[in-house]
């Protein structure tokens, strides 16, 4: 009913699709911000995130953003398609394909040249950047000396031996830095 509407509208020439689209994006973006926002605070507490109010207000800024983004590109593709049992089946599998190359999942450079050219158009991708970078940049991670990984030399002749000759295994190290 609604395609009809704005398409006897859009041949009237009352409005074009791009006002119809924003429109229709902007009427809906409150009430997916509330989502957003409700969705992310929970997240937040639930998984431990870094506790300043910046880094909060960051995340569900992000959060918030990628919601709308994400719920315009559905409308985006609901309008391209001619009825609403299309994009009910094409929109989850065009989502799942951006969730898939988003860099979250899999590493962009392990994936074949298609879904490298999608993740630079893809929604998630940004999204996932940069809750990364607003959760670890400037974090300082350090070891206890239990924590510390790598082979200590074993205790054989040879290695006896080796260390006599002052041959050095590598250091332990820690996985953190």
């Known amino acids: 009913a609604e395609r009809a509407i704005a398409q006897h509208e859009a041949r009237s020439r009352l409005y074009s699709t791009t006002p119809y689209f924003l429109a229709r994006s902007l009427a809906e973006s409150y009430l997916q911000a509330t989502f957003g926002l409700v969705f992310g605070t929970a997240c937040y507490g639930l998984v431990g995130l870094a506790p300043t109010m910046q880094q909060f207000v960051t995340f569900q800024a992000l959060v918030t953003l990628a919601t709308l983004v994400a719920e315009s590109y559905v409308v985006f593709i609901g309008a391209l398609l001619p009825d609403d049992k299309s994009a009910a089946v094409v929109s989850p599998l065009l989502l799942a394909l951006m969730m898939a190359s988003g860099g ?44 510390l990984v790598g082979p200590p030399p074993p205790s054989t002749p040879l290695n006896i031996v080796l260390a006599l000759l002052h041959v050095k295994w590598p250091d332990r190290v820690c996985p953190m830095s």
């Not at 879904?115 to 670890?136: D, I, K, P, S």
């Not at 974090?139 to 924590?147: H, N, P, Y």
Request: hydrophobic fraction near 45%; include cysteine; glycine fraction near 4%.
């Open 104 to 147: 979250y999942f899999v590493s962009p450079a392990a994936t074949p040249l298609f879904f490298r050219l999608l993740n630079r158009v893809n929604l998630f991708r940004y999204a996932f950047t940069g809750l990364l970078r607003n959760e670890f940049e400037g974090l300082t991670l350090s070891c206890t000396d239990a924590e």
